[in-house]
């Protein structure tokens, strides 16, 4: 089975894909090209997975996170990141996302590690960095350029560390309320103190049960705000006290309002990887990918 092609409107100049068939496990990958010389310019919030992006070849990104502004090869970005803006003259990227509970098994550090800001390919891979960026540069095809991101993946994947039982349980049932749990209520269930399940979590996941409840559930709400539906509707549907809290979730995870979030985080390209990466990771039951 060939790559998926998510095609292209009339008036948009970029060319996606998304890998088809079996990924490493908690992981699932898209690629997208600039045909058009429009140029890449992406603001981007918080999302309930590890993500990893990476230039082909010499293309650079410029990056403008917590930590200042970088030209990078390629990154990854934790559970902890905060908004950023992305841009790149010419960018060819293949973009992985990766379950937290899978990342350090294949990254190689504890989330807890990946920080506020992102972390340049090169400080987690080293010279391996650069082979993978050189590899996708040199072939024609979307089929060709996954199947070496998904073997550099299978090559790095070490599953000599895994979450706690009960880390995991907690993460699955966030993801299935849609971060609508009390954490007090949730360490219960699972035989935990609260301090005990708010160390482990965060020292396995990269974010506090709390904070991670807060992530997922504000995801569910960027859904329907970029659906159209009004925001004192989005809050009643994910659980928020009243408009005035949503608000003040969109802006520490996005750094804009509601309304500010749906005029200015849609451009072309980033509808495009909207669509492509879909419910991703929001809800173990739903589609990944």
Known sequence: MGAVDF?????????????????????????????????LDLRVAGAAAITAVIGFGDRELIVDDAVGRRSLGGFVAGLPIEAMRVRSERAECIEVRLSPIQAYSLLGVSPTDLGRGVVALEDLWGLRAR????????????????????????????????????VLAGWHRILSSRGQVKIGELAESLGWSHKRLWARFESQIGLTPKRAAMLVRFRHAVDGLLAG???????????????????????????HTPGALTAHYLPDIARHRYRAWGRFFQDRTGPVG
């Open 7 to 39: 095609g292209r409107e009339p008036d948009v100049a970029w060319d996606f894909a998304g890998a088809a068939g079996p990924a490493p496990r908690g992981a699932a990958i898209i690629g997208y090209r600039d045909v058009g010389g429009t140029g």
């Open 131 to 166: 082979r993978l960026r050189e590899q996708p540069a040199s072939t024609r095809t979307w089929d060709e350029r996954f199947a070496l991101t998904k073997s550099f993946l299978a090559q790095c994947d070490r599953p000599m560390r895994t979450p706690d039982p009960e």
């Open 229 to 255: 539906r009004p925001a004192a509707d989005v809050a009643i549907a994910c659980g928020y006290t009243d408009q005035a809290h949503l608000c003040r979730d969109v802006s520490m995870f996005a750094d």
